[in-house]
């Protein structure tokens, strides 16, 4: 299970890493589209609204759980580069306390607050009664979502990237196959929904577990490392806390773009809401080059080898440019044909939605290029003990540009989105700006991790 991260060629490392993880993180994209998709089939606008609505705020929650888990992943890093089994032990002891008490107070309050919740984000009268009862029973498979989540940090940390890809592939087969048994065979609408996709977490969960008890990889763990300690609590808040701040606000500001895009009308709310999904998948890589290189540099900067960690962060760099590149290349020549493959060009509303979707492409593709940078070096301040100043940048980036530029292009070119998509890749564009300056003159003249 465990893998030495900190010799060999970087550049292989980086690849056999981040592969499995961006294959993961391809499945839980698919994970959250299957629900959409077979309830379209066979339910009306209400339940498929209220499966909409419930995965945004599962997707919310889940972010912010992976995001305060990166500090488990980085300090089981770096006590594996070090050498420190004892450290290794503490830190996987810990997080499952923090994690186990985080999931209680979590389900507590959602469940308490499950109905004001659905009125603050604007749910449809129509899909209330649906939409409450999907996230009733998806907030009652926190606890799985959690377990899953931290049990993947470890392996990461280890430098065990593979082991969660199948996880996550198993839950996706079990939540496609529990799909079509709970929503096309018993009919039950949005509830099937969730209860397919809390048993097949519940499933990834389980297997996740049978794993990591069953592989001997030298690790065991004492009494006291599952009581709080804490320098180790202390150091998962601090580099946790600040990703999970962040990913929450992140994805706080797509929510609002999008209502700014909903204020423009009904064919503007739908080409932002194509190009965000399309987009998504785009992220995939940037996404996981922030893991990558959390991982790789913490088990570095353990052994102390903080060349190697910088290197991994030039390399993660160079392969999102590049992909980025790519990317913009390819949806400036085919942005309108991409648009097109998401709804019915032969109507008039469905024309506007594809010119006006592939104007924003154009303009939003470019966050691809810079995003590949600013979640490079997200990975690495994280991986060096310090990812306030990720916090710090991406933040400084939606109040300065993202949302207030989003807004203004909004008002001031009410006949295009083109400007409101650049708007966007500005934001990301300021934000590898301050991680550039951040690294340059801290890094470049500090190694106080």
Known sequence: MERNLTQGSVFHNIIVFSLPYLLSYFLQTLYGMADLFIIGQFEGVASTTAVSVGSQVMHMLTVIIVGLSMGSTVSIGQAVGAGDRKGVSASIGNTALLFLALSAVLTFL???????????????????????????????GIPFITAYNI????????????????FIAAACLANIALDYLFIGAL?????????????????SAAIALAVILGRKSGISLGKSDLRPQKAVMGRLLRIGAPIAVQDGFIQVSFMIITVIANMRGLNDAAAVGIVEKFISFLFLVPSSMLSTVSALGAQNIGAGKADRA??????????????????????????????????????????????????????????CIFAGIHFSFSGYFCACGKSLFSFLHNIAAILLVRVPGAYLTSQLFPHTLLPMGLATAAGSLLSALICLAIFRFYFRRSMVL
Do not use: H, N
Request: aromatic share 12%; proline share 3%.
């Open 151 to 166: 049990i993947s940090s470890i392996f990461r940390g280890l430098g065990d990237s593979q082991s969660p890809l199948y």
């Open 310 to 367: 910088k290197r991994t962060l030039y390399y993660a760099c160079l392969i999102a440019i590049g992909f980025g590149v790519l990317a913009t290349v390819i949806c400036w020549l085919y942005a309108e044909p991409i648009v097109a493959a998401f709804t019915d060009e032969s109507e008039a509303g469905g024309a506007m939605v594809v010119l006006l979707g592939g104007q924003y492409l154009r303009g939003y593709v470019f966050d």
């Open 187 to 203: 009919g039950m609408g949005a509830a099937g929904a969730a209860l397919a996709t809390t048993l097949a977490q519940a499933l």
């Open 110 to 140: 959602l469940l308490l607050f499950v109905r004001p919740l659905t009125a603050l984000i604007a749910t449809p009268a129509e899909a209330v009664s649906d939409t409450v009862s999907y996230l009733t029973i998806c907030f009652l």
